[in-house]
């Protein structure tokens, strides 16, 4: 060190003792100098104080380690190794970081935090498992990795030393390390030995635990348990040994204190009816358990303790008869507590009370005497040479007496117990190492010590010797490995201590030497043990007692009361009441007490595993042994099997006595770190190198320190030694190793100030240089401002002075023009106010000369009107004059003139006049009366001559009638046909009536319905509304809910169930793997014995039954039915499990719907047959035209057959479109009526087209037989008149008759369909508003009861409601398009199937047959178009093993690599379809079945092969969809080229067998997800958390005892580095495989979602346990790796499936470690920030945050306190750790392929030459 270091300078910290927190932390505030007395120091709350030092008195106080050291996981790496820092670093992690786990080099401290942890879930082990111990955070599962690891290494057996006061946690540890030991070790086989193991902590925790003043569950024996492995490291088996067990508990208690928890276990369970019988009350009843006056612990339910106690015994094989003599020996110890014991009044002797109850239960119980138990209880039997004598006792002496016998039962029980536990847990096989774990009570001192205290302090004596012993020992291998020259480091001895207590003539021999006497008391012992030792250093005498002695134990000293010692030691019980308890007519009790002869030697070198009695008997009184001889010889045995094992040390802490949660008192600790040798190991370790470094990371921490020539060179380890010489001068405080440096203490702290100084010497010089740099800058800114400053200021001068001229001059021209307008304006003002008084003046006399001209002109006017009424009055009276006159005179002419006028009118010659005009007009009627008459004559004349005329032909035709009635003999036939003809005339008028009447009818009839539908549609419009109304309100209701739930938690169910059926499918799938291990198993022992191996080829063949025989005409639509809600999406289709089961409920009907059609399709080939035959025979041309005529009219069915599947499709899609938006109730209805109107438009259609067809046939069949009879007519008129039309009339008449009736019945059809159309219409009318009724009133009723609730309840009602109500609609729709799919099916194959024989029919008539008639106009011949292949490859059945062979089991990848993808998938789809094409379902089933468990042999024997499972997995899945694709079904063809749908599948329904394939992919693929995470995990922590991506950029801290040699593997030069591009590359080469082998881009997408959720759960474990990697620059590193896989992802075109997503904690983790954390804000910041990481992450991180460099600041505790409050409304699961084995459901989406099957070609290489192109 250099000569000028001084460390007591100024602003050093220190500790200095302190009387309440034992250390206290002090500043110095002046530097110290060598020989000064005083000390001046600062204390934290800033009180100076003076510090007295000296040679002498005080030495100089501890220095403190720099705070970045402070809360290390190993105390070993802290610089200055001494008591103040290891209790100062154990306080911060336990207070600050609630960190409860520390190393102490070899030792793990653990703490109690009195507070359940969630750190001991599966994750968190599997975190552990294989991890080294120092790489992890500290852990009881860290020491139980490196116990099993090196016993897997070194194949040596090791030991687990768990030690500490009561109250530490002892058992807790001891109970997790053998949890760990059985989850990563389980057995081999099916007997759940480690089960078992765990099983047995509730049985020794009932008998052994009981409530202690510092414990509630404190163990009151010593148990050693060793868990045995096989050869492959599987527990096999167990053993436990126990020792001292408190008997004296069983009779004594003291206050706040409890018996064993078996007692009031069973007293809670008193009432049940197996233990009626016991005769037990409450605990408080009860002698034996109510001594402490505290019978209940809180928190703790006795009665559920007892039930897994019972579990536990059945579990481990103990009969339900010995449990129950268990509980009876338990009740009789509690009943003998109460016998009552009466003294007589000579005192000298006693008896028990008359008819004692607890004493008949006893003797009922046990099954012994009654008398004789009273007898023996108050009386003992004293032997002499001679006679022996029966004595009374004193009550004091029954009572004694009576509870030794107690005491006794007991602690037989207990080793009975314990035996048959032993029992349980042995096995037969081969032992081949074991780990033990000891736990053991921790060195005990209270105010009053006895024999219990001495013998538990005597063992941790001993236990400390091998503790110190193996830790020099370490220490001495770490030198000797590393080359350092050993010096002796002094540690303490305690072997004078042990001498002590254990040699010839010690403690224990003269207690047994007393204990032999007659009449030896405990005061004789103890003058012995005065006189013997009291020269002895570790033995003192007190001053005021003479009844106790004191010893010196390493951990401190301890006063023991001699009284009692020796009855405890002699352990005294009376033979009498033992011979009573072997004659127990209760076998169980009687073996109780049975002696036994062999004992196992302790002197014995080989550690076995059979159990050790702590009390064993011998029949001779004289030769039994002893407590503390026993207790000797067992300590010896376990000395001696630790010895011969590997420890390891974990030491429980006992923070405060009052059991208060992470409180943490001081002196309680260094007590207790004082006594379990903590503090020895750190003075081992300080006494020696404490501190060591590898090279590379000493090279990269100080490399500040070196010069830059050095920072070239390549021999880093010189570099070193050239460091550390210079900076250290005295060459003894550090020693160089072969692959360490070692460091004396406070040597790290002193390079750590150096660096220190050299970086704040840097900071300093870069501050100088910037601030420099600053200030130049700030300068030349400040003087280029100053220059333009004055520039813009000279220029800002000069225009203001422009400026100021300007405005002079302005102001001028401004005072001029302002002085011209003010005279301007005044001038204008009196010149303008002159010429108004001018104008005013002016008007007045205009206005006065006006109004002088007005009045003139009015006079005027008024003059003028009175003149001209007068003269118009003077006008009038004269014309009213004249008038008069004209009127007298004009009467008198007109009399005149009609005087004259009558006597005119009475002469002749004016009627002459008149006759005149008359007489010209009738001249002119009567000639036209003439014309008209002789037109009318003539034309009588021409009716006249056609009458004539067709009366002769009228006569002519009779007689042509009788000529031919009496040529021809049959003439009556001719009438027959005219009244036939009349008859149908008059039919035919009655039709046409009927028709008329019928028409009107229906006219009416129409009109009435019409009517109807129009008031029915109004009340369903108005019932619409109430319901539209209704479900707003309702939705109104359920608002905030329904919309967020509607579709969330139906995805979030079917992601459930999904995932749920997959991990069902994979538990089968690995139970099915385990019994065919099973299997082989069985037959490899009964078979081939020895250790022979079967080959992959003579597997069995037994796992071919697992999957059942699937008829391949069985109908199926499960898997449809999913896939069809897989690809419309959640929000499209309600898809649950009640659905699954619906639809597979439909497999039985579909199934008789089958069979139904089967018989249908064999009659209608029966009658194809005869019809066939029969047209082998001549037959007629109108056979062969009927033929063709219904050929031409099938097709047009079939296509309106597809037109009915078009209109399916659109019914589908309109369905997948409304169920995709907002699923109310109004759109819910709009859908299903548009379903429900185009289907009753497609029935209609249908029905119709039905009709048709069958008119069509009718009229075929009129017309031929018409035809028929007109040439028979024809025949017989041609014989007959060859020249008569009469017949050809008739004929064409019979023809209209028909036509006529044939219309009839069309019209009588029409009518019947149109009211069998409105019937419907209007009972669907009916039913509709029923329905709409009954949702009314439902909802009214919902209305009514959701009113009532509170608004909590009504919105998670309404939503209840909400969701049942669209999975209800939902299961409808489906169960609709189920049945349209089923008839679409049906018909389309009955269509098929009818075709292809009226194909056949019509060719071989066509055949047959000349040429059709001319009548004929349509005739349509079909062709078949030969093709060279057709897709199809058929084989023989005997080849289908060498197919299977060929194209399964002998492939390999690589030889069909430069092929079409999934070639394999192909061929056997192809030989698939043939067998179906020729409709063998037998050569199907026999196929597919051979096929899938053929996958299964080929990748059970390739478990392990990525690129086999990946070939796999994408021809299996190639299957599948080729199955879908070409099944026929509307669904999967919509995709499809039309040649692709000619290649459907015709006779067979494979759908189940599309479920199985769908199973085996998923298999595949979980073994495929099984083996990409078994290569890459390796990888993850050291590419993702460990290598540096970003060179240089992690610092380096001392790690203690980290990757020492024991922790790590030494077989190689260390563990295997892995860097993100190694990663990286085996990422890409998963991609490259599946991409090459044709997988699907959506299942590849969800394997590296899969395997990057992997890869994100094992680093953010990783960091949560890593204290080393949460810093700012692995944060940094971690960010920039992880943006490196989400930049491959983008590379690979992967980042769309969603495993970006799956980074989003670890990126979150890495921003976290990055952000800033001190104020406020930068908590509400993390908060927003840190959404995927839950609140118990987010705070682990923080207090695992670690500063490489003192520049850094520690997250302060009330900042982790402020984020907590911040977070605690989340919801958060509780466990810490993410869930590595989670596993995201898989879908496999249909991908159909555009691969056409008649283009494959199959290489020559596979050797498939045995198929046939077809």
């Not at 799919?1381 to 199937?1393: A, D, G, P, V």
């Not at 993100?1620 to 495989?1633: D, K």
């Amino acid at each position: 060190m250099a000569s000028d270091y001084n460390p007591y300078c100024q602003f050093t910290r220190v500790w200095i003792p302190d009387q309440d927190d034992v250390w206290k932390a002090a500043e110095i505030t002046k530097d110290y100098k060598e020989g000064e007395p005083v000390l001046h120091l600062q204390l934290e709350d800033g009180t100076p104080l003076e510090y007295q030092v000296g040679p002498k008195s005080n030495a100089l106080p501890f220095l403190r380690n720099p705070d970045i050291l402070v809360g290390e996981n190993d105390l070993t790496a802290l610089s200055y190794l001494h008591e103040p820092a290891v209790l100062h670093n154990l306080r911060v992690r336990f207070l600050e970081s609630n960190n409860i786990y520390t190393y102490c080099g070899i030792v793990l401290v653990a703490i109690n935090p009195y507070e359940q942890l969630q750190i001991y879930g599966e994750e968190v082990i599997t975190a552990y498992s294989g991890q080294n111990m120092g790489d992890m955070d500290p852990h009881i599962f860290a020491v139980a990795e490196e116990a099993y690891k090196q016993m897997a290494r070194d194949e040596k057996n090791q030991s687990i030393i768990v030690s500490g006061e009561s109250g530490a946690g002892k058992t807790v540890s001891a109970k997790y390390a053998m949890r760990y030991f059985a989850t990563v070790g389980g057995s081999s086989s099916d007997a759940n030995v480690e089960e078992k193991v765990l099983a047995s902590n509730p049985i020794m925790e009932a008998i052994g635990n009981a409530k202690t003043t510092r414990n509630d569950n404190s163990s009151r024996f010593g148990k050693y348990i060793q868990i045995v492995f096989s050869r492959h490291y599987h527990i096999i088996g167990a053993n436990m040994r126990t020792y001292l067990l408190e008997k004296s508990r069983v009779v004594f208690q003291a206050e706040e204190e409890r018996n064993y928890h078996i007692f009031y276990q069973l007293c809670a369970s008193a009432t049940l009816p197996e233990f009626k019988e016991l005769g037990l009350t409450s605990a408080e009843d009860f002698t034996y358990t109510s001594l402490g006056e505290n019978i209940f612990i809180e928190g703790v339910n006795d009665a559920e303790d007892l039930k897994r106690t019972r579990e536990a015994f059945t579990l481990l094989g103990i009969k339900e008869s010995n449990q129950s003599g268990i509980f009876k020996i338990l009740a009789s110890i509690l009943h003998l507590g109460n016998v009552e014991i009466i003294s007589e009044r000579d005192g000298e002797s006693c008896h028990v009370g008359r008819n004692d109850v607890h004493l008949e239960h006893f003797c009922r119980l046990l099954g012994v005497e009654l008398k004789q138990m009273d007898h023996w209880l108050c009386h003992r039997k004293l032997a002499t040479a001679s006679e022996t004598y029966v004595k009374t006792m004193s009550c004091k002496q029954a009572n004694n007496a009576r509870d030794a016998l107690a005491k006794h039962i007991y602690a037989r029980l207990f080793d009975w117990i314990v035996e048959h536990i032993n029992k349980a847990l042995q096995t037969s096989s081969k032992q081949h190492s074991f780990i033990g774990v000891l736990d053991i009570y921790g060195f005990e001192t209270f105010e009053v010590n006895s024999f219990e205290q001495f013998c538990i302090n005597y063992a941790n004596e001993k236990l400390q010797q091998q503790f110190n012993s193996h830790v020099f020992k370490l220490e001495q291998e770490e030198y000797m490995k590393e080359q350092i020259p050993w010096t002796l480091i002094d540690f303490y001895d305690n072997q004078p201590c042990i001498d002590l207590i254990e040699a010839r003539l010690g403690i224990l021999d003269l207690l047994d030497e007393e204990c032999k006497v007659p009449k030896g008391t405990d005061q004789n012992w103890a003058q012995k043990l005065y006189k013997q030792h009291s020269g002895s250093a570790h033995f003192q005498k007190p001053r005021m007692s003479n009844t106790s002695f004191i010893i010196i134990h390493f951990a401190d000293k301890v006063e023991y009361q001699c009284e009692g010692f020796l009855e405890k030691n002699r352990d005294t019980v009376y033979e009498e009441q033992i011979n009573i308890l072997k004659a127990s007519q209760f076998q169980l009790v009687a073996d109780l007490f049975q002696e036994k002869d062999d004992l196992p030697s302790s002197k014995s070198s080989k550690v076995n595993v059979r159990s050790l009695k702590t009390v064993p008997k011998v029949p001779n009184k004289e030769h039994r042994k002893t407590v503390g001889h026993q207790f000797r010889s067992s300590l010896h045995l376990l000395m001696d099997t630790l010895n011969a094992t590997t420890p390891h040390y974990v030491r429980c802490i006992k923070p405060n006595d009052f059991k208060e949660a992470f409180s943490f008192d001081s002196r309680r600790a260094v007590q207790q770190l004082r006594a379990c040798g903590v503090l020895e190991t750190i003075r081992i370790s300080a006494a020696g190198y404490p501190s060591r470094w590898t090279y590379p990371d000493f090279f990269s921490r100080y490399r500040v320190l070196m010069r830059k020539s050095d920072l070239s060179s390549a021999d880093k380890k010189q570099v070193c030694k050239n460091l550390l010489e210079t900076l250290i001068k005295e060459p003894d405080m550090f020693q160089f190793g072969k692959t360490k440096i070692f460091f004396r203490a406070g040597q790290v702290a002193y390079l750590e100030k150096l660096r220190t100084d050299k970086f704040r010497s840097a900071c300093i010089k870069i501050q100088k240089t910037v601030r420099g740099w600053l200030q130049r800058i700030r300068y030349r800114k400040i003087r280029r401002a100053a220059l333009e400053l004055q520039r813009y200021g000279r220029g800002y001068l000069a225009r203001r002075y422009a400026e100021f001229l300007r405005q002079n001059r302005a102001a001028l021209i401004c005072q001029k023009q302002y002085r011209m307008v003010r005279e301007r304006r005044k001038f204008l003002r009196i010149r303008r106010a002159a010429m108004t008084i001018q104008a005013y003046t002016r008007g007045m006399f205009t206005r006065r000369i006006y109004w002088e001209f007005l009045l003139h002109h009015k006079a005027m006017i008024i003059q003028k009107h009175v003149r001209g009424w007068l003269q118009r009055k003077k006008f009038l009276r004269a014309r009213n004059a004249a008038i008069v006159i004209q009127c007298g005179f004009r009467r008198m002419q007109a009399k005149r003139l009609l005087k004259q006028r009558k006597i005119e009118a009475r002469s002749a010659q004016h009627l002459k006049k008149l006759n005149t005009g008359m007489e010209n007009k009738i001249v002119q009627l009567t000639r036209k009366m003439d014309e008209q008459s002789k037109e009318l004559k003539t034309q009588n004349e021409q009716l006249l001559t056609v009458n004539a005329s067709l009366g002769s032909e009228v006569t002519k035709l009779q007689k042509e009638l009788e000529l031919v009635r009496n040529q021809q003999p049959d003439g009556g036939k001719v009438m027959s046909l005219q009244e036939e003809v009349e008859k149908l005339r008059e039919e035919l008028q009655e039709a046409h009536t009927q028709r008329k009447k019928m028409e009107e009818e229906h006219g009416s009839e129409k009109l009435s319905l019409t009517q109807r539908v129009e008031e029915l549609e109004r009340e369903n419009s108005l019932l619409k509304t109430e319901k539209e109304e209704m479900n707003r309100r309702i939705q109104q209701q359920a608002k905030n809910s329904a919309e967020d739930l509607s579709s969330s938690s139906l995805e979030t169910e079917l992601d459930q169930e999904r995932e749920r059926y997959q991990n069902l499918l994979k538990e089968f799938s690995r139970l099915e793997m385990r019994y065919e291990n099973l299997k082989e198993e069985v037959s490899l022992s009964k078979f081939h014995p020895g250790h022979r191996r079967t080959t992959s080829d003579q597997i069995s063949l037994e796992s071919d039954s697992n999957y059942p025989s699937v008829s391949t005409s069985e109908v199926g639509d499960t898997e449809d039915s999913i896939q069809l809600v897989d690809e419309m999406g959640v929000e499209k289709a309600a898809m649950d499990i009640s659905l699954f089961m619906k639809l597979q409920k439909r497999v039985r009907e579909l199934e008789t719907e089958r069979k139904r059609l089967q018989v249908n399709l064999d009659k209608m080939e029966e009658i194809a047959k005869r019809k066939g035959s029969e047209a082998k025979s001549p037959t007629s041309d109108v056979e062969t035209a009927d033929l063709a005529y219904n050929n031409l009219k099938r097709q047009e069915l079939e296509s309106e057959n597809k037109k009915l599947k078009n209109d399916l499709n659109d019914l589908r899609k309109t369905i997948s479109e409304r169920a995709s938006q907002d699923s109310s109730s109004n759109e819910l209805q709009d859908s299903y009526n548009l379903l429900l109107s185009q289907l009753r438009a497609a029935n209609e259609e249908l029905d119709a087209r039905k009709e048709e067809v069958l008119i069509l046939r009718t009229q075929i069949v009129s017309n031929v037989q018409l035809q028929e009879q007109s040439e028979r007519i024809e025949s017989e008129v041609d014989g007959g008149l060859n020249n008569s039309k009469e017949p050809m009339d008739k004929e064409e008449a019979l023809k209209a008759y028909h036509g006529l009736c044939e219309s009839k019945k069309l019209l009588e059809a029409q009518l019947q369909t149109q009211t069998r159309q409105h019937r419907d219409e209007l009972e669907a009318l009916h039913t509709q508003i029923e329905l709409l009724k009954d949702d009314i009133e439902k909802k009214q009723e919902l209305l009514n009861y959701t009113s009532s609730l509170s608004p909590e309840a009504k919105v998670e009602y309404s939503v209840q409601q909400e969701i049942t109500r669209l999975t209800n609609d939902n299961l409808d729709l489906k169960e609709l398009v189920e049945k349209l799919e089923k008839n679409e099916r049906k018909l389309k194959k009955q269509l098929r199937i009818y075709m292809k024989k009226v194909q056949e029919l019509a060719a071989q008539a066509a055949a047959q047959s000349g040429s059709s008639k001319g009548e004929l106009t349509r005739q349509v011949t079909l062709q078949r178009k030969e093709k060279d292949f057709e897709g199809m490859l058929e084989y023989m059945k005997e080849d289908e093993v060498l197919l299977i062979k060929t194209l399964i089991t002998d492939i390999r990848p690589s030889s069909v690599a430069a092929t079409v993808p999934c070639l394999p998938a192909y061929i056997l789809f192809m030989c698939i379809r043939h067998a179906d094409y020729v409709n063998d379902d037998q050569k199907v089933e026999s196929l597919l079945t051979s096929t899938i468990n053929a996958i299964k042999k080929v990748l059970k024997r390739n478990n392990d092969d990525f690129e086999m499972m990946s070939f796999w997995l994408a021809n299996s899945s190639r299957l599948l969809h080729c199955l879908k694709q070409y099944s026929g079904e509307e669904a999967f063809m919509t995709q499809n080229t039309p040649k692709q749908n000619e290649h459907c599948l015709k006779n067979f329904d494979l759908a189940e067998y599309r479920q199985v394939l769908s199973d085996l992919s998923i298999q595949i693929y979980q073994q495929l997800i099984k083996v990409a995470e078994g290569i890459i995990q390796p990888m993850i922590v050291s590419a993702m958390l460990e290598s540096e991506s970003i060179p240089s950029l992690a610092g380096v801290k001392p790690m203690g005892y980290r990757n020492r040699s024991s922790s790590m593997d030494t077989d190689a030069d260390g563990p295997t580095t892995y860097t993100l591009q190694g990663l990286i590359r085996q990422l890409s080469q998963f991609n490259s495989i599946m991409r090459d082998q044709g997988l699907d881009p959506e299942i590849v997408g969800q394997v590296f979602r899969q395997l990057f959720h992997c890869i994100n759960a094992v680093t953010l474990n990783n960091l949560l346990l890593r204290k080393d990697v949460c810093s700012w620059s692995a944060g940094m590193q971690l960010r920039y790796n992880t943006s490196q896989l989400e930049e491959w992802l983008r590379a690979n075109n992967l980042f769309q499936s969603k495993a970006s997503a799956t980074l989003e904690p670890i990126i979150q983790a890495a921003q976290l470690l990055q952000v800033k954390k001190k104020t406020s804000q930068d908590a509400e910041a993390i908060c927003s920030l840190c959404t995927a990481l839950t609140v118990q992450q987010i705070v682990k991180i923080l207090n695992l945050y670690t500063p490489l460099n003192e520049f850094e600041e520690r997250v302060t505790v009330s900042f982790i306190r402020n984020i907590q409050s911040n977070l605690q409304e989340r919801n958060d699961p509780p466990q810490l750790l993410m869930d590595t084995k989670h596993t995201f459901p898989v879908l496999f989406p249909y991908a159909p392929s555009a691969l056409n099957l008649e283009t494959m070609h199959i290489p020559a290489s596979l050797g498939l030459d045995f198929l046939i192109r077809v």
